[in-house]
C-alpha cells in the first residue's frame, strides 16, 4: 500500500494500527448499540438530564469565558518572551495536561477551602464559599481547559512570528493597535480551535469538579456527573445516562470537525 507521497506502507504496520482504531471505535459503537432509540428523547429530556446539560453548558460557557480573558494575555506573553521563560511557562502549563484529574480537585480544594488563606480572605470578604458550588465547578472546569486554549493561541503566534509587529510598531503603532490589529489577527485561527477545544474539555470535566465542586443536582451536577451517578443506581436512569453519553459524543465529533476546518490551510 502506498501513501499519497509514494512512500509504502509498512506491511507490519496494518494489523496493529487496525486494532488501534477498533480500540478507539468499538467502545463507541457499543454505546449507540446500548441506546434505548424508542426512548432517546425522553431520556434526554427528563428533568435531571436537562438539568445537567444546562448546568454543563452554562459553566462551560463560563469557563472557555475566564479561559480566553486568562489565557489570551498569558499565550501572547510566552510567545514574545525569550526561549528560557517561555519553556518554563509552558512546562507549568502543560501540568494539568499530565496530572490525574482527581489530584487537581484536591489541590483546589487546598487552595481555596474554608481553611486556606485565600478561602478565609474570600469568605470575610464577601461572604462566599467557593468549594461546593457552581461557582467552584468553572474554576476546575477552566483549571483543566485553560492549557488547551493557551498552548493553541501561542502555537499560533510563534507560527506567524513577530515580524508584522514589528513592522507596525517601527511606522508608530502603539502598543494597544499592535495587539488588536496586529496581534490578535494573527491569533484567529488558534484562537478559535482553542475555544472550541476548550469548550470542549470544559463540559467533559470530570474528577476536579467532583472533588472541588460536589454532585448537588443542579447546583454542581454537571453531565459527567450525572452518568457517573446514574450507572451508580442513583438520579437519573441508565437510559438517560446513556443518552447524556451520546450528547457528549455528538459534541466531541462537532468539536473535532470545527476545529479542524479552522486549521490553517484546512480548506484548501
Not at 85 to 113: T, Y
Not at 126 to 150: E, K
Amino acid at each position: 500500500m502506498a501513501s499519497d507521497t509514494g512512500v509504502r506502507v509498512p506491511g507490519f504496520a496494518i494489523a496493529p494500527a487496525l486494532l488501534g482504531v477498533g480500540l478507539l471505535v468499538l467502545p463507541l459503537l457499543a454505546l449507540i448499540t446500548r441506546a434505548s432509540w424508542s426512548t432517546l428523547v425522553d431520556d434526554a429530556t427528563s428533568p435531571q438530564a436537562l438539568s445537567a446539560l444546562w448546568l454543563s453548558l452554562r459553566t462551560g460557557v463560563a469557563a472557555t469565558v475566564l479561559c480566553v480573558l486568562l489565557g489570551v494575555p498569558l499565550a501572547v506573553l510566552m510567545a514574545r518572551s525569550p526561549a528560557r521563560i517561555a519553556q518554563l511557562l509552558r512546562a507549568l502549563i502543560a501540568v494539568p495536561l499530565v496530572l490525574p484529574p482527581m489530584v487537581g480537585g484536591v489541590a483546589l480544594l487546598f487552595l481555596f477551602g474554608r481553611t486556606s488563606p485565600i478561602g478565609q480572605f474570600i469568605d470575610s470578604l464577601w461572604g462566599i464559599t467557593l468549594p461546593f458550588s457552581t461557582a467552584a465547578v468553572v474554576i476546575a472546569q477552566s483549571f483543566v481547559a485553560l492549557p488547551f486554549l493557551v498552548l493553541s493561541v501561542e502555537g499560533s503566534l510563534r507560527a506567524a512570528g513577530a515580524g508584522y509587529e514589528q513592522a507596525a510598531a517601527t511606522l508608530g503603532a502603539g502598543r494597544w493597535m499592535v495587539l488588536t490589529r496586529i496581534t490578535l489577527p494573527l491569533a484567529a485561527p488558534g484562537l478559535v480551535a482553542g475555544v472550541i477545544l476548550c469548550f470542549a474539555r470544559a463540559i467533559g470535566e470530570f474528577g476536579a469538579t467532583a472533588l472541588f465542586a460536589g454532585n448537588a443536582p443542579g447546583i454542581t451536577q454537571t453531565m459527567p456527573l450525572a452518568i457517573y451517578t446514574a450507572f451508580n443506581g442513583a438520579g437519573t436512569g441508565r437510559d438517560s445516562a446513556v443518552a447524556l453519553s451520546l450528547l457528549l459524543l455528538a459534541t466531541a465529533v462537532v468539536v473535532l470537525l470545527l476545529a479542524r476546518a479552522w486549521r490553517p490551510g484546512a480548506l484548501k
